[in-house]
């Protein structure tokens, strides 16, 4: 794949420090596109839209996952196991 050309669509679950730390780098990398954000914080979503304007703030972790070729799951270990 060439990744200037097609940028990996990426969802980011989990929108904490770990989370938004990822996503900040992942918009200076030609290969990654954020796509979907989601966290059960509506402030942490808030914040990572800031970075990301182009991606959306879907209403659940699975709405995400279903529009992304790529997810970076940065959430605790019990919804981590369902989510992956």
Known sequence: MNYKN???KTAVIG???M???ML???ILHNAYKPIALWDPNPEACKQA????PDAFVT??????????D????SCPPT???AYA
Do not use: C, D, F, N
């Not at 209403?59 to 992304?68: K, L, M, R």
């Open 70 to 73: 790529l997810v970076y799951l």
């Open 49 to 52: 839209q800031m970075l990301a």
């Open 15 to 17: 929108l904490g420090i």
């Open 6 to 8: 097609a940028p990996i």
């Open 19 to 21: 989370g938004r730390r």
């Open 59 to 68: 209403a659940s972790a699975e709405a995400a996952i279903a529009t992304a």
């Open 24 to 26: 900040e780098h992942m």
């Open 79 to 81: 919804p981590r196991k």
